[in-house]
């Protein structure tokens, strides 16, 4: 026992150990030789310290244990000195700490003897060291004063639980018997109560870390979020958009630039202390790749940083983008800066809060000094500025100044160990002000040569494969490529790109081996030019002029659907013709010339990829050669913006455009449409009621008053639109607004255009802008309105005679609730509708209605009518987002129960609203926890039922569903709320088999649909679960397809995919307990083309046949399936099953769950199978199966019979002739008489010719 008890403290030692500096470690060593200082200062507080000495002593009689406890504690106490506020809050938490220890000198006696008395005092151990190492990050800070009050905030909130604790184990030894036991140990009543406390201690102190694991967790995220949310909010900026860029795609190989590594300039600005190499100049020509090695270097970089204990590094970068109006200012890059290191940094965040709030406006002067007191505020930091070059105007200067005279200067004077990165083009201003440092050129490395060669010759390798060339020809290629780039990446990607669209192999070869072959990046451009321009059909080249017109004088970088809108509308007809889409993709379109990435919201859609140009180069390009005219596309897009609006876009930035042909000098040709948009700005102005402000000639002023009566209008129509879109259905929206986004209504805000995926995040947003009081005007709002504002809603389009409670409510006239309850009404409203009367208040956010209706006995939380729906006052408050209501609700009564609790959490869930599903968790804790995580699931399942819900609740986003199970089972997250992979664990193994065995509910949420969960369930356990079948036999595969959408759904094949990731497509190739693959369902269920090909790629015995013998092709039910299916070579037509049928005869016999165009598809495989006789008993041909159920008497409804339609197409088919003779060989006269007599009927004369020319039948 000694020997595990000895393991158990070094391990909470070790946990300590690895987050000490050198300083701190000899700190600690000077503390076990009792040579620190004596604090001569502060005698009062010494008698706590010395009490906590001796219970060390005590519980730990080894000098290397108590060292670690003593050491802290006195180089805390030295460096808290130095300051007298500092030195108070820190005595206070000690105090508070040896009132915790203070029973336990109690327990002296027995610690020899109990082992379960060793288990709390390595509770204990673990809770000091803990506390310590919350002090140290407070105490070890550079300049620790300057931000003492921010990181004493957080060092109380992370101590909390840990004092909690310490109290919770002080209560849990203070029973009296067990003190007793600790005095008289010889009584035995005494002595068997203390065992069987003793035994029960390790349960309790498990559930103690639980529970205040769990407090801390919901406490910290809910405040982290609030603060993030203003900072996000007031610097204009989130936190995900500065991963946005580092996230993207690189287009060259994963292992190009570790070059840099190794590299000595590198290395010993990375390694070195020497504060005169503090700042690198990475530089190099255009293209050359200093952005894709910015990225090699920050990602080199925070893998060092996640090796490192936590809080001792920072790492923030910024990449300036030409193209972008919030990446190419100093400004910009300092907001950006301040997010990341807050969002890194709990203690930073706080500072950066407090100091934004205090300020009605921040300068730039402001931001510079919060970014530098930010970055200096923990021992190392590093900054990687990339594309310095692209910033615009003198902003450059403004950034690389403050790097070096304000942000070094501070480093150095905090001792924060500082490096910058600079990355940009030497163009005669960079390359003097970082002329001093340290630089690497990019174009003198030979590695970095290497890397565009490396590059080459992976393209090269794919060109090979697409032309069929020869191995000499590869090699000229990548010789010529590699030999012409001179250290520019760009040349060779746009060179390749442009060869590998090439149509033939002899277009290739002319273009490599012309003349005209790129000699550098303006030639490559040339040859672009010329294959998208002038070799094009006239339709596509206005669609590339346009395209890249707009794109170079958009102000912002633009999506892929407004530049479709640009097609579409015709501003001066003031018409959309949806026929306008471009069928090809933007970069099929312009090719090389562009670049297209995901966007932030909405990944993965193409209609929200954001389409920006390749490089700046190759828009001075276009430009230089006059492709573009800049000045003509700023006065189209001016006209444009005035005429239709264009709304996101035109309202934020039409001025601009404005402002841009204001030009002095403008040619004769433009003149006129000078005078256009002089006019259309008046038009614009007059439409918004401020044409007293427009003169001739002050555009531009004119704008600047437009501005706030566009914000006001943008509200406006942007209302106007949602509700036909409401009405018209989304397809038409989609191609031109795009997926539904909540965007905040102030222009000048970034998520004024980008917005928010749900409402609830809007909320809160908006709430940022509306400064302090927010939350009294909104509860006054809601449930102080006059009656004159409450009769405001009154629905002018109310038909006559429809006016009752529940319209009332609706309008949220109180007057007429109060008249409707004296005459009679039933406020619970009619049981035969779906709509309640409160239900109606509380979707509509009419506060005083609902408390009235509550006030008088209306519960909100148990009205539930009809299975039919799922609306309820809870369901109709998260819907209209209305928050005030739903915390008045939560505490009617006596709240909710468990049920009603995961009722709601699946409502707060289903309705993707973040905020209702916090303030949900928030109101009380379950009373049957291990219930309520059940119920949960159980509840999303029902509410994803496609009759009941919307398309959003079947998309894959399970966001919010980590939310909760993180606050209810939080061991299953880290503090960043990543998930911890912990598949060993008892309490996982328990849910995974509740989840996946007892309650099946991964099969469950796939036949459902409801794939939020199921992506859940996904994340958290591993294949070991996923595959493990449903009671029928099923494969989780078999289940999806079962609750397939049954049109083209993203949701739908993005499950599939992800179902066959695991084990290479392994889903795929198991059966259920009939022996059927996913493939035999999909093709029996007709799932859209997309899934069955899908799932097909992944099936490895096309041929695979179930226990009745039936093969894909016998499961097959639709045209398309079977058209699918016979694209692999490999399917065997003449595959029969246990009755001995082919798949053609098969089809035949059940004509009538398969469509006739089925056999058309079959028969052109091979027109033998429509006259082969199969391999049954009887060996019938198929027209004996066609003809079998039909009677002459029946001929006037064969028409609708599905038999008479496969018979007529056996007898009109090609192979009609070998159809008769084989039939005619195996049956009887009657039989042919009744073929005979059905062409007849029929008329089907080629048939009658047939048979009389085979002696078919004569009579």
Not at 427 to 432: F, I
Not at 964 to 977: R, S
């Amino acid at each position: 026992m000694a020997s595990n008890q000895q393991t158990s403290f070094e391990r909470s030692l070790d946990l300590f150990r690895r987050e000490l500096s050198d300083d701190q470690a000899t700190q600690n060593i000077l503390g076990r030789r009792n040579d620190l200082c004596k604090l001569t200062r502060i005698q009062k507080f010494l008698h706590a310290m010395e009490h906590v000495e001796k219970l060390v002593t005590v519980f730990l009689n080894a000098s290397d244990f108590v060292a670690f406890i003593w050491g802290p504690i006195k180089l805390a106490l030295m460096v808290a000195t130095t300051w007298t506020d500092a030195i108070r809050q820190l005595i206070d938490a000690y105090e508070e700490i040896a009132e915790a220890l203070g029973n336990l000198a109690f327990f002296h006696t027995l610690i020899q003897s109990r082992n379960h008395l060793k288990l709390v005092l390595e509770d204990y151990f673990s809770d000091i060291l803990r506390f310590h190492r919350c002090v140290l990050d407070v105490f070890s800070r550079p300049e620790w004063k300057r931000i003492f009050k921010w990181a004493w905030g957080s060092f109380r909130r992370e101590v909390k639980p840990i004092l909690e604790s310490l109290k919770r184990k002080h209560a849990l030894l203070s029973d009296d018997k067990l003190q007793s036991h600790a005095i008289l140990k010889e009584v035995q009543d005494s002595d068997q109560y203390a065992k069987d406390q003793f035994s029960n201690l390790q349960t309790s102190l498990d559930d103690i870390r639980s529970t205040l694991a769990s407090e801390q967790l919901q406490s910290k995220a809910l405040q982290s979020r609030e603060m993030k949310t203003y900072l996000e909010s007031r610097l204009d900026i989130s936190t995900s958009r500065t991963d946005l860029q580092l996230e993207s795609q690189d287009t060259v190989d994963k292992n190009s630039g570790i070059w840099i590594f190794s590299n000595p300039i590198f290395k010993s600005w990375e390694g070195g202390k020497s504060a005169e190499k503090r700042v690198l100049f990475l530089n190099g020509s255009p293209g050359s790749g200093k952005t894709t090695l910015a990225k090699t270097i920050i990602r080199h970089q925070k893998q060092k940083e996640a090796s490192e204990a936590p809080g001792r590094s920072f790492l923030a970068y910024f990449f300036f983008k030409h193209n972008a109006t919030d990446r190419r200012t100093a400004r910009s890059m300092l907001q950006h800066v301040i997010i990341q290191l807050a969002d890194a940094d709990e203690t930073i965040m706080r500072f950066a809060h407090e100091s934004l709030s205090t300020k009605d406006v921040t300068e730039l002067a402001d931001l510079k000094e919060l970014a530098s007191e930010c970055f200096t505020s923990r021992p190392n930091a590093t900054l990687v500025l990339d594309g310095l070059d692209e910033a615009m105007g003198n902003e450059q200067q403004i950034s690389v100044k403050w790097c070096l005279d304000q942000l070094v200067p501070a480093a150095r004077s905090t001792g924060c160990h500082l490096r910058i990165l600079i990355c940009g083009q030497r163009d005669g201003k960079l390359d003097c002000i970082l002329s001093s440092h340290p630089q690497i050129r990019l174009e003198l490395v030979d590695a970095h040569q290497h890397d565009i060669e490396q590059f080459t010759k992976e393209q090269a390798a794919k060109i090979r494969t697409r032309f069929r060339l020869a191995a000499p020809e590869e090699e000229n290629l990548i010789s010529k490529i590699a030999g012409a780039s001179r250290g520019m990446f760009l040349y060779a990607r746009v060179v390749l790109d442009n060869l590998a669209a090439m149509d033939s192999k002899r277009d290739f070869k002319d273009e490599l081996e012309s003349d005209a072959f790129p000699k550098d990046l303006d030639q490559a451009y040339d040859r672009i030019t010329q294959r998208i321009l002038q070799n094009n059909r006239p339709s596509r080249d206005t669609s590339v002029k346009r395209i890249l017109g707009w794109i170079i004088c958009a102000a912002r970088p633009l999506r892929w659907r407004e530049i479709q809108s640009r097609f579409c509308i015709d501003a001066e007809q003031q018409i959309c013709d949806i026929d306008n889409l471009r069928l090809d993709s933007c970069k099929q379109i312009c090719s090389s010339f562009v670049d297209v990435t995901d966007c932030e919201l909405f990944p993965r859609i193409e209609s929200e990829q954001v389409v920006t140009m390749v490089h700046e180069t190759a828009t001075k390009y276009l430009i230089r050669n006059k492709t573009i005219n800049l000045l003509e596309e700023h006065i189209d897009m001016a006209l444009f913006c005035c005429y239709f609006g264009f709304l996101d876009y035109a309202a934020a930035h039409y001025a601009a455009h404005v402002h841009e042909v204001e030009a002095p000098e403008v040619s004769t040709d433009s003149a006129p449409k000078l005078e256009s948009v002089e006019a259309a700005t008046a038009d614009l102005a007059k439409a918004h009621g401020k044409e007293a402000s427009v003169e001739t000639g002050e555009i531009a002023k004119a704008a600047e008053n437009l501005h706030f009566a566009i914000q006001d209008n943008v509200l406006a129509v942007r209302n106007l639109i949602s509700l036909q879109r409401q009405k018209s259905g989304s397809a038409f929206f989609d191609a031109t607004e795009g997926p539904i986004r909540h965007k905040c209504h102030k222009i000048q805000c970034s998520k004024f255009a980008t917005g928010f995926s749900n409402n609830s995040a809007l909320k809160e947003h908006i709430a940022v802008h509306e400064r302090p009081f927010r939350r009294l005007e909104s509860h006054n709002e809601t449930f102080h309105q006059s009656v004159s504002r409450a009769k405001a809603f009154f629905p002018a389009e109310l038909k006559a005679g429809k006016w009752n409670l529940v319209e009332a409510c609706k309008a949220g006239d109180l007057d007429e609730v109060k008249r409707f309850h004296q005459g009679g009404a039933d406020l619970e409203g009619p049981r035969e509708n779906l709509v309640t009367p409160l239900y109606a208040a509380a979707e509509a956010g009419h506060g005083p209605v609902c408390k009235y209706l509550v006030d008088n006995g209306v519960r909100p939380l148990f009205q539930t009518y009809d299975k039919r729906s799922t609306r309820n006052p809870i369901s109709g408050v998260i819907k209209g987002s209305h928050l005030e209501i739903l915390e008045f609700f939560l505490h009617s009564g006596n709240g909710p129960d468990d049920s009603q609790l995961a009722k709601a959490i699946a409502q707060a869930i289903h309705a993707n609203h973040s905020g209702a599903l916090n303030m949900i968790l928030t109101t009380r804790q379950p009373r049957d926890r291990v219930k309520v995580i059940k119920l949960v699931p159980r509840e999303i399942i029902y509410h994803t039922d496609r009759g009941l819900v919307g398309e959003k609740s079947h998309l894959l986003e399970a966001t919010l569903i980590h939310t909760w199970f993180q606050y209810v089972n939080p061991e299953f997250y880290d503090e960043k709320g990543a998930i911890i992979s912990q598949s060993d664990s008892a309490e996982h193994k328990i849910w995974g088999d509740i989840f996946f065995r007892r309650l099946e509910f991964f099969h469950r949420t796939l036949r459902n649909g409801c794939y939020s969960l199921a992506t859940f369930l996904m994340d958290i356990w591993n294949v070991d679960y996923l595959q493990i079948k449903s009671e029928d036999g099923d494969t989780p595969l078999h289940s999806c397809i079962e609750g397939i959408c049954e049109e083209d759904c993203s949701s739908c094949i993005s499950m599939i995919r992800r179902l066959l990731q695991y084990d290479g497509g392994k889903f795929a190739n198991i059966t259920d307990s009939g022996g059927s693959l996913a493939a035999h369902i999909a093709l029996s269920r007709g799932v859209p083309q997309a899934v069955l090909r899908v799932v097909l790629d992944n099936t490895g015995d096309i041929n695979h046949r179930d226990n009745s013998g039936q093969s894909l092709l016998h499961a097959a039910t639709s045209a398309g399936s079977i058209r699918v299916l016979l694209e692999n070579e490999s399917v065997d037509l003449w595959s029969t099953n246990n009755k001995g049928r082919t798949a053609f005869s098969a089809f035949i016999k059940r004509i009538y769950a398969v469509e006739v165009e089925v056999l058309g598809h079959l028969l052109e495989a091979d027109p033998r199978l429509a006259w082969t006789p199969d391999k049954s008993e009887e060996g019938l041909t198929p027209l004996h199966y066609a003809m079998k159920d039909l009677k002459l008497d029946e001929f006037y409804s064969y028409d609708l019979q599905t038999s008479a339609r496969a018979a007529e197409f056996l007898l009109m088919c090609t192979e009609v002739e070998r159809v008769l003779v084989a039939y005619q060989a195996k049956s009887t006269d009657a039989d042919r008489r009744n073929v005979r007599a059905f062409a007849e009927e029929e008329n089907l004369q080629q048939a009658l010719e047939i048979m009389d020319s085979i002696g078919f039948n004569t009579a």
